[in-house]
């Protein structure tokens, strides 16, 4: 079945302790994004990536790392999380970036104390 | 920044009736997208309308794009209760097809 897969789920955490949210697709999608959803805001993008190796910031890369080793994978890194960073986190990937639809994850709700 | 607005906020309507939601965006575009999402779950991909496209339909689904006045809006017809959701529309931008940046949505809830 051709889909996205996030883990953990659902995670609660303190303030500093480094945590990773990976993110996999099984359908040879050139891009990926990862998005945090707050209420009012909607989705904002926070990075993406083109290609293998290749990745920009979106609208709010702060606090967060990623990076694409391979292509199926796109892990959202938090070095040092802090409470503002509470959020629903979706990932998405695409065939190519003119475009195309995306395909979601099914989301990663983050609570960090 | 917020580049998409949609207009309502929140929705309300009786099963059978047709929805109307509308999108403003602020710069130039490549295409235009929309997307449901049911209650904390995964965006679903509705229809994606490109620049140089005026109107497109998908089933009970009709989306039209105004460049000049740079707003889409999107038509549901014959509401179902199935079609309760949140739903967003989604641009990239000109400059950079590849940042996508979605709006803030409308919550549509259908009366039975």
């Known amino acids: 079945e051709a889909q996205v897969t996030q883990n953990p789920r659902y995670l609660i955490t303190v303030t500093g302790k480094k945590l990773t949210v990976t993110c996999s697709q099984n359908?040879?999608?050139?891009?990926m994004s990862w998005y945090r959803q707050d209420p009012g805001l909607g989705l904002r993008q926070i990075y993406y990536?083109?290609?293998?190796?290749?990745?920009d910031k979106g609208d709010v890369p702060e606090g967060y790392k990623v990076s694409r080793k391979e292509k199926r994978n796109f892990p959202l890194i938090l070095e040092s999380p802090s409470p503002n960073q509470t959020s629903l986190y979706f990932c998405?990937?695409?065939?190519?970036?003119?475009?195309?639809?995306?395909?979601f994850g099914p989301g990663t709700r983050l609570t960090v104390l | 920044s917020q580049q998409g607005e949609e207009d309502p906020q929140a929705l309300s309507i009786q099963e059978g009736e047709n929805a109307t939601m509308n999108c403003s965006y602020k710069?130039?575009?490549?295409?235009l997208q929309w997307y449901r999402q049911n209650s904390g779950r995964g965006l679903v991909h509705l229809i994606l309308?490109?620049?140089?496209?005026r109107e497109k339909h998908s089933g009970r689904l009709r989306v039209t794009l105004d460049t000049s006045k740079k707003s889409s809006s999107l038509l549901i017809t014959a509401s179902r209760a199935a079609d309760t959701a949140s739903y967003f529309c989604?641009?990239?931008?000109?400059?950079?097809?590849?940042?996508?940046?979605f709006g803030s949505g409308t919550r549509l809830s259908i009366r039975p």
């Open positions: 998405a990937s695409s065939l190519s970036t003119d475009s195309d639809e995306q395909f």
């Open positions: 710069t130039s575009i490549n295409n």
């Open positions: 989604a641009t990239d931008l000109y400059s950079s097809a590849s940042k996508i940046i």
């Open positions: 990536s083109m290609n293998v190796e290749v990745t």
């Open positions: 309308i490109r620049s140089n496209e």
């Open positions: 359908m040879n999608h050139e891009y």
